[in-house]
């Protein structure tokens, strides 16, 4: 079975399996009482992909497959792997020290950078443990490095009580992520090299900026399981070397930098204008090209009429 990550829910701060699995059963029962608002969800499952209504709910579907469903639904590979991690975060202990911070996975790890002070991170940088340090600095970004480094330059030699203040402050937003996200803890995740791989597998099969809508939809559900799963950074060498669709890298870029959301989307829909109106004049040069052609037009003044359109 081919599995979709297609994460529209979030896990409560305390999940529950018995939950988890009366959803799964409530999915099946909306099912057999032929309510359509079942079908968009088991179209989740390769077989329903492209069905009707009418075929899903003709279908027989065990109740392993609405548990399927339903962890696809909260971005899992599948039911398996949401127990795993719903029994692994209803056990976890409170994060009283750094080193307890490589529980986290590389996602975990970006989500929690993304909520610190900067002075705190670059504090708590300056003596984080190898293993630590390796994990928060392959999770930032190449501009938030290089801010980094000017922090450490600017800071020169803080006090110890400093840099333990900073270590608390941190401790305490990764126990609040924790209770709040607990899928940010790892739990047999795959690498950041294999993430990319998957992607980069996923463009070979055609150019981004040769897609229909419909093509470009597995190629974004990925994106968002990647993202997900391991963080932000883990796609910034795909986007620079892979995305050749001009207006989605330069979304993600400026995601992948940082820059606020509101931001972004203010930023690409004004390129999208641009890219609208230029695609217009094209279109109109060709419809006037044509003209040109069918009445004998001298080429002198087709390269006249093409001229206007250009400028």
């Given at each position: ?103 986290f996975s590389n996602r975990g790890i970006e989500v929690l950078l993304r909520d610190l002070d900067r002075t705190d991170a670059a504090l708590c940088l300056m003596e984080m443990p190898g293993k630590l ?15 980094i480094h000017e922090d450490w330059q600017a800071l020169g030699t803080p006090a110890e009580e400093q840099k333990q203040a900073a270590r608390n402050r941190v401790l305490a937003i990764a126990n609040k992520i924790a ?133």
């Amino acid at each position: 079975m081919e599995r979709r990550i297609a994460m529209t829910k979030q896990l409560p701060a305390r999940p529950n399996l018995e939950h988890l699995s009366t959803e799964a059963k409530e999915l099946l029962q909306a099912h057999e009482k032929g309510d359509p608002a079942a079908c968009g969800r088991f179209r989740l499952l390769k077989r329903f992909s492209g069905a009707t209504d009418a075929a899903i709910l003709a279908a027989r579907i065990p109740l392993a497959d609405a548990l399927f469903v339903v962890a696809l639904e909260y971005g899992f590979a599948g039911w398996n792997e949401m127990k795993k991690h719903v029994e692994t975060a209803v056990g976890r202990k409170p994060l009283v020290k750094m080193e307890d911070l490589e529980a986290f996975s590389n996602r975990g790890i970006e989500v929690l950078l993304r909520d610190l002070d900067r002075t705190d991170a670059a504090l708590c940088l300056m003596e984080m443990p190898g293993k630590l340090y390796e994990m928060f600095w392959k999770n930032m970004t190449r501009p938030a490095r290089n801010r980094i480094h000017e922090d450490w330059q600017a800071l020169g030699t803080p006090a110890e009580e400093q840099k333990q203040a900073a270590r608390n402050r941190v401790l305490a937003i990764a126990n609040k992520i924790a209770d709040n996200e607990p899928e940010v803890f790892a739990g047999g995740e795959t690498t950041m090299e294999e993430w990319e791989k998957q992607l980069v597998e996923e463009t070979e099969k055609k150019p981004i900026v040769a897609r229909t809508a419909a093509e470009l939809s597995p190629l974004f559900v990925e994106l968002a399981r990647v993202v997900r799963r391991v963080g932000l950074v883990a796609i910034e060498d795909f986007v620079d070397k892979r995305v050749d669709d001009e207006l989605l890298k330069l979304g993600l870029r400026m995601t992948i930098g940082g820059t606020d959301m509101d931001e972004v989307m203010s930023i690409m829909r004004a390129k999208k204008a641009t890219m609208v109106q230029l695609y217009e004049r094209r279109l109109e040069m060709i419809i006037a090209a044509v003209d040109g052609v069918g009445s004998g037009l001298n080429p002198a003044l087709m390269e006249e009429k093409c001229r206007a359109f250009i400028q």
